[in-house]
């Protein structure tokens, strides 16, 4: 089984639809069709992920989302129109995860669930490796509790900021991280203003652990998508 998702739709056409091809995918699929029987479900199914529709009978979307985000951090992905831009805004800051516009293919939202559940499965893995209080990678060693970094026996002098960037990224080597998804973890709360300077901050973390900036081999620039750690296994 790939997961539990519950659905909810007032619309019961939608929702077959949409059970359908979920378990064909392998999903377990549990309907809803109201506002208050969406929270009922929710308590007694405990689902992986929520598909959410906005327009709901006894509860609108919005209430039912703030109602699981009190209690849960499941991903939700909601159902909107066209029309519901507002909504749609709202429902992203009241902490939906994703949304598809009506009229929506059933592959696209299945695609969108999957992701959504990949992408949930890989923060939840981050944070656990963020949770530790030190890691060393090659030449590289960084003590979270004293705030100390050292490259190949040197301490090095760094801001807040770029510690817990190094700290993060070091964390994970090898993987690749958005620019977005570096200021978030870090900040706890949006990039707005400040996704642009992690440039700048990178110039500077290369500059202190010696990385050659015109052919970078420790933080290592992937283009259009953002930045990697990979650490050699000697100083450079």
Known sequence: ????????????KIVQLVKTYLEASGFLV???????????????????????DLMLP?????????????????PVILLTARSEESDKISGLEVGADDYVVKPFSPKELTA?????????KTELGLQHDLNRTSVQVGELKLDRSLRIARWAGH?????????????????????????????ENIQGGSGD?????IDAHMKNLRKALGDDARNPQILI????????????????
Do not use: C
Request: proline fraction near 5%; glycine fraction near 8%; avoid cysteine.
């Open 1 to 12: 089984m790939e997961g539990k998702i519950l659905v909810v739709d007032d619309e019961r």
């Open 30 to 52: 549990f309907p809803a069709y109201t506002g208050p029987e969406a929270i009922q479900a929710f308590r007694h199914h405990e689902p992986d992920l929520v598909v959410l």
């Open 58 to 74: 006894g509860m609108d979307g919005l209430q039912v989302l703030g109602q699981i985000r009190r209690v849960s951090s499941v």
């Open 112 to 120: 969108r669930v999957r992701a959504v559940l990949r992408r949930t």
């Open 155 to 183: 301490e090095l002098e760094l801001t807040t900021f770029q510690f817990e960037l190094l700290y993060m990224m070091a964390s994970s080597p090898g993987r690749v991280f958005t620019r977005l998804q570096l200021v």
């Open 193 to 197: 203003g400040y996704e642009r300077t």
């Open 221 to 236: 620039t992937v283009r259009g998508v953002g930045y990697k750690f990979n650490a050699p296994s000697s100083s450079p």
